[in-house]
T-cell receptor, first 116, second 115 residues
Framework: ETGVTQTPRHLVMGMTNKKSLKCEQHLGHNAMYWYKQSAKKPLELMFVYSLEERVENNSVPSRFSPECPNSSHLFLHLHTLQPEDSALYLC???????????????FGQGTRLTVV | AQSVTQLGSHVSVSEGALVLLRCNYSSSVPPYLFWYVQYPNQGLQLLLKYTSAATLVKGINGFEAEFKKSETSFHLTKPSAHMSDAAEYFCAVSDSGAGSYQLTFGKGTKLSVIP
């Protein structure tokens, strides 16, 4: 399998549930990301892991908890979500060099999350 | 700080007509610029990128974009639209020397192609 794979593709959960989103990249990249895509809003960067260390956390509520056990896997643990958290959650990866810049992000197909 | 403005949240063209999707950026340092495409219920796929080499960049599916520093623009064009081009298109910018996590995306332009 190649590229960036996200599971599940669709998820419906109640506000009291706990669930996890999974992302796996087969590109040998050293950085992974979680983005949130809501209707009529720009893509929102949530978390960044570079070399398995979290380097960015853009004021995301604590009900979202990321985990990066190794450079190929990224999880987003969800608990006590709100209906406004319903969105498409996209995982991405990239290869960051010493000088940075110009490297594109490769995206997974996303998980469509609905909170009821 | 960097930002991206995409003019027009929705553009409609006839099949075979020119496609022009507009993107203007602001960046305090020389930028790297990207266009991504998103088909329904899919992730984003890179169409093309500008990284300070040639100002006219050719991408996949017949798309190209021209970097114009004086206009701070990076508009996306395709000479002849095809039905399969119907999708949402995102322009993104990152500062040169910054990592991909410094990518700033525009709000997107949904392209409809009329038969």
């Amino acid at each position: 399998e190649t590229g960036v794979t996200q599971t599940p593709r669709h998820l419906v959960m109640g506000m009291t549930n706990k669930k996890s989103l999974k992302c796996e990249q087969h590109l040998g990249h050293n950085a992974m990301y979680w983005y949130k895509q809501s209707a009529k809003k720009p893509l929102e960067l949530m978390f960044v892991y570079s070399l398995e260390e979290r380097v960015e956390n853009n004021s995301v509520p604590s009900r979202f908890s990321p985990e990066c056990p190794n450079s190929s896997h990224l999880f987003l643990h969800l608990h006590t979500l709100q209906p406004e958290d319903s969105a498409l959650y996209l995982c991405a990866s990239s290869q960051e060099g010493d000088r940075g810049g110009g490297t594109e992000a490769f995206f997974g197909q996303g998980t469509r999350l609905t909170v009821v | 700080a960097q930002s991206v403005t995409q003019l027009g949240s929705h553009v409609s063209v006839s099949e075979g007509a020119l496609v022009l999707l507009r993107c203007n950026y602001s960046s305090s340092v020389p930028p790297y610029l990207f266009w991504y495409v998103q088909y329904p219920n899919q992730g984003l796929q890179l169409l093309l990128k500008y990284t300070s080499a040639a100002t006219l960049v050719k991408g996949i599916n017949g798309f190209e974009a021209e970097f114009k520093k004086s206009e701070t623009s990076f508009h996306l064009t395709k000479p002849s639209a095809h039905m399969s081009d119907a999708a949402e298109y995102f322009c993104a910018v990152s500062d040169s020397g910054a990592g991909s996590y410094q990518l700033t995306f525009g709000k997107g332009t949904k392209l409809s192609v009329i038969p």
